[in-house]
């Protein structure tokens, strides 16, 4: 399980680096989709097996080729000569590790962060499923039910916002 | 045994590739794979937390989030478009409209 973790998180952030750096968005998109099948993987490993499925439903086979099928549809496959300076790139790459090394001091810096090295007893593989629907069903029904007017309202706006004349 | 600070550090990685491409890269479809890198990033520490606490809600709130995004998709895809119909660019520094 040990092997498992490194193994899919070098993966993850394998793709990750090469989502944001290579210069075709089709490239991108085929190596997005490697970094969401290895963050499935590591949900696994987490004893979470309905996130990683849903992880690999929703992410893996909806919104990986709805992207696909935009940039296809663009016909885009390269992108335009660099107009912005070295400069700007260079201090907002400096300015987002600075981001990310606060929330990495955030953590170290947690005490009940540092105190958890080991997982839990309760909860695991066995009877996920039936706990998650438990918990869904009664305590957070309401925004259950809110989720899917969202969803039915994303989908008619959609809908309105590609059709020919606005 | 994995600590929790190892999935936490992973997400912080993965928050920060993503923070970086979402400010480096101007190609609007780019920049929402990035976004969909960070949501992804959050998703971990959330799954993390619930399994190390032994309290299932942070995969409840992973579960919103994923329609959430799914939503998002949606309407960012079509308005991306959109506005490619309008300006056969998908370029953000193209996307001056309201800049007087």
Redesign the interface.
């Known amino acids: 399980?040990?092997i498992a973790?490194y193994v899919l998180?070098f993966l993850?952030?394998f793709s990750?680096?090469m989502?944001?750096t290579s210069a075709r968005?089709i490239v991108?998109?085929l190596y997005?989709l490697l970094?969401?099948v290895a963050?499935a993987g590591?949900?696994v490993?987490?004893?979470?097996p309905?996130?990683a499925a849903?992880?690999l439903i929703?992410?893996s086979g909806?919104?990986i080729v709805?992207?696909l099928f935009?940039?296809m549809?663009?016909n885009?496959h390269t992108?335009?000569d660099?107009?912005?300076s070295k400069w700007v790139?260079g201090l907002?790459?400096l300015?987002?590790?600075v981001?990310?090394?606060g929330?990495?001091f955030t953590?170290?810096s947690s005490k009940i962060?540092?105190a958890?090295?080991?997982?839990?007893?309760?909860?695991g593989m066995k009877g996920?499923v039936e706990?998650?629907a438990d918990?869904?069903f009664s305590?957070?029904f309401v925004?259950f039910e809110i989720?899917s007017i969202?969803?039915i309202?994303?989908?008619i706006?959609?809908?309105f916002?590609?059709k020919k004349r606005? | 045994?994995?600590?929790?600070?190892?999935?936490?550090?992973?997400s912080?990685?993965?928050?920060?590739?993503?923070?970086?491409?979402?400010?480096?890269?101007?190609?609007i479809?780019?920049i929402?794979?990035?976004i969909?890198?960070v949501l992804?990033s959050v998703?971990?520490s959330f799954?993390?937390f619930?399994?190390?606490?032994?309290?299932?809600?942070g995969?409840?709130v992973?579960?919103?989030i994923?329609?959430?995004?799914?939503?998002?998709?949606?309407?960012g895809?079509?308005?991306?478009?959109?506005w490619?119909k309008l300006k056969e660019s998908?370029?953000v520094?193209d996307m001056k409209l309201l800049k007087g």
């Open positions: 399980m040990v973790f998180s993850a952030i990750a680096i989502v944001v968005p991108s998109g997005l970094c969401f963050v590591l949900y490993t987490l004893s979470a309905f996130v849903m992880q929703v992410y909806a919104i709805l992207i935009v940039i549809l663009l885009q992108e335009l660099k107009k912005r790139t907002s790459t300015a987002a590790i981001i990310g090394w929330v990495y953590f170290i962060v540092m958890h090295d080991k997982m839990s007893p309760i909860g996920n706990q998650l918990v869904l305590r957070y925004p989720i969202l969803l309202a994303a989908m706006s959609a809908v916002i590609s606005l | 045994m994995i600590p929790l600070i190892d999935y936490l550090i992973l912080a990685v993965l928050f920060t590739i993503g923070i970086v491409g979402i400010l480096i890269r101007r190609n479809i780019t929402f794979m990035s969909e890198i992804n998703n971990l799954v993390a619930s399994r190390y606490l032994g309290n299932v809600d995969q409840i992973v579960f919103f994923l329609a959430v995004a799914a939503a998002e998709a949606a309407v895809l079509a308005l991306v478009v959109a490619f998908i370029q520094d």
